[in-house]
């Protein structure tokens, strides 16, 4: 599930998995895979503050993303998010409802779903070092609230990779920050808890 962070350019956004078979993020209306975030993320330790591009898909129309409530399970056939969980339904079982370590297997068809809503853009994703920001596009992130986002995904947003298991995307990830002496890695609570 998406949660909600606090930006320092356009307030409070969602961010986050939004379906536990597929590993696509979405930033409010920008849509990307995990994978393609975390390379994102360990190239920044040599951008230089540079901006790195970083290709995401964007859903101009707000109703063409579709209705929040298929998040809950509730049967809502519309627009992107309608069509994603008509593929890959929410799990019948509570204890199934963890994020899927392989989602990136369903990286093919969520893009051919995709398509057929947003258009790819670049945007830059980049680090500003004298004022201790980050730039995701648009979005501007205190270091901190960027270090939350980099743990969200570490995670497994809520509800967590199924048996704490990460795929190895992740894992890379994690081990680059921890190999990483910048600022904007510092810090980072990688610990997990229960529940």
């Known amino acids: 599930m998406p949660l909600r ?4 350019s356009h307030g409070d956004i969602a961010f986050g998995f939004f379906n536990v078979q597929s590993d696509m993020l979405l930033l409010e209306n920008n849509f990307f895979f995990a ?9 920044l330790e040599d951008s230089r503050g540079e901006g790195l591009p970083f290709n995401v898909w964007h859903i101009s129309n707000r109703s063409d993303m ?39 297997q369903t990286q093919p068809e969520v893009t051919g779903i995709i398509g057929k809503y947003g258009a790819q853009k670049e945007i830059l994703f980049k680090v500003d070092p004298d004022k201790e920001l980050v730039y995701i596009g648009d979005y501007c992130f205190s270091y901190p609230v960027f270090k939350e986002l980099i743990r969200y995904v570490w995670v497994g947003g809520y509800p967590k990779w199924q048996d704490g298991i990460r795929p190895e995307y992740v894992m890379h990830m994690k081990e680059k920050i921890a190999q990483s002496d910048q600022p904007f890695f510092r810090g980072i609570n990688f610990a997990v808890q229960p529940g």
């Not at 962070?5 to 320092?8: I, Q, R, V």
């Not at 393609?36 to 993320?41: D, M």
Request: proline share 8%; with cysteine.
């Open 5 to 8: 962070f606090t930006s320092l």
């Open 35 to 43: 994978d393609v975030f975390c390379r994102q993320i360990t190239a």
């Open 66 to 104: 579709g209705d929040f409530r298929s998040f809950l399970g509730e049967k809502r056939d519309v627009g992107f998010w309608g069509e994603v969980y008509r593929h890959y339904p929410y799990p019948e079982r509570p204890e199934d409802f963890h994020q899927k370590p392989d989602g990136w």
